[in-house]
């Protein structure tokens, strides 16, 4: 049986390089594309992954990877037609990396948890790309800021620089808070380009914070966040269908009236 399933596994993915070749020749949108034009449209599968897995809607789950499968096995191809690598290159590469960074399967490394795993992991990967990478030149500059957050202070932590209590991280939110505090306080009085920067600097400082306190109590920030603004507007949209059902627009509402079918909200999702 499991043979079977290999076997229609395989198929699955022949048919899928076959339809690739095909339409590489014969379609006229596929036959232009580049790696370029490929890119945006790649992050945007990306990000609809994303949606669907924060959703639980495994069936999109299911859609979605397939749409990004399509991306992989497409550059596979045109990086095929200029004679760079194929997915056959791809695959190999891949698999003998996961064997060199896995010694404590594929070797004789002994590991008592997920944490040694991680430091292994990044030891390895700094010793394959030639010892010649800094600590966080693995982050790409371009993720989006909360994630390279959350990359950059996992980063540190893999060669031991992080708190040695994670509740001492609170200490350090603190003083960021009053930090930022003081810095609005003289935005606020004066608003001169110097305490705006300031004060920008320093809500940087307190979000980094807050997402290095999120990381050591194992909760992903960019999830979290995630989540928050999906309920917001769950219940903004509530407020506002609410609104047009009294024959009103939103923006004529009292800020009193607005809070009430906001705890109305809060309410019903609590029951």
Known sequence: ???????????????????????????????????????????????????????????????????????????????????????????????????????????????KDEKEVINNWEQLKTIEKGGNKTVLSGVPESLPSMIKAYRIQDKARAVGFDWKRKEDVWDKVYEEVGELKEALQNYNNSNSDTNKKRAENELGDFIFSVINAGRLYDLNPDTALEST???????????????????????????????RLWDEIKESENE
């Open 1 to 111: 049986m499991v043979n079977n399933k290999r076997e229609q596994e395989l198929a699955a993915f022949n048919k899928l390089l076959d339809i690739m070749d095909t339409l590489r020749e014969k379609c006229p949108w596929d036959n232009k594309q580049t790696m370029e034009s490929l890119r945006p449209q790649t992050i945007e599968e990306t990000f609809e992954l994303s949606d669907a897995i924060l959703k639980n809607d495994l069936q999109n789950v299911c859609k979605e990877l397939g749409d990004l499968l399509l991306h992989i096995v497409f550059y596979a191809k045109i990086g095929k037609e200029i004679g760079k690598f194929n997915i056959a290159d791809i695959c190999n590469n891949l698999c003998d990396k996961l064997i060199y960074r896995h010694p404590h399967i594929y070797g004789k490394i002994k590991v």
């Open 229 to 259: 603004c999906s309920k917001f507007r769950r219940r903004f949209d509530y407020l506002e269908a609410q609104t047009l059902k009294q024959g009103k627009k939103i923006k004529d509402l009292t800020l009193e009236e607005m809070n």
